[in-house]
């Protein structure tokens, strides 16, 4: 079982700056890969970026590669998405989840879900 937090959200400016924050709870949480989600009003839930379990392999989807980063710190139970040249088309809630299958984008392979944190980015 894993918990999952969301933290980190809030408005920012175009082209700036955000660094989301997912801490997890759970004894297994170092053997779970980790992804990131958003859904805009009106829209589907959208693929952001994961990493696996070890940290050594990560996917973006291609409208945020080169500007965000995913990170995963296992002694600390943490997920980090660095967030930079933001865009209006960034707006989300912004979500983490756990999976035991690295690769997929798809938000049913995922286990485990927070609750979400919104991304507001003005232009």
């Known amino acids: 079982q894993v918990q999952l937090v969301e933290s980190g959200g809030g408005l920012v400016q175009a082209g700036g700056s955000l660094r989301l924050t997912c801490a997890a709870s759970?004894?297994?949480?170092?053997?779970?890969?980790m992804g990131w989600f958003r859904q805009a009003p009106g829209k589907e839930r959208e693929f952001v970026a994961a990493?696996?379990?070890?940290?050594?392999?990560?996917d973006y989807v291609g409208s945020v590669k080169g500007r965000f980063t995913i990170s995963k710190n296992n002694a600390e139970n943490t997920v980090y998405l660095q967030m930079n040249s933001l865009k209006p088309e960034d707006t989300a809630v912004y979500s983490c989840?756990?999976?035991?299958?690295?690769?997929?984008?798809?938000?049913?392979?995922?286990?485990?879900w927070g609750q979400g944190t919104q991304v507001t980015v003005s232009s």
């Open positions: 989840a756990a999976t035991r299958t690295f690769g997929s984008r798809y938000y049913t392979q995922y286990d485990y």
């Open positions: 759970g004894r297994t949480f170092s053997i779970y890969h």
């Open positions: 990493i696996s379990w070890s940290g050594g392999d990560t």
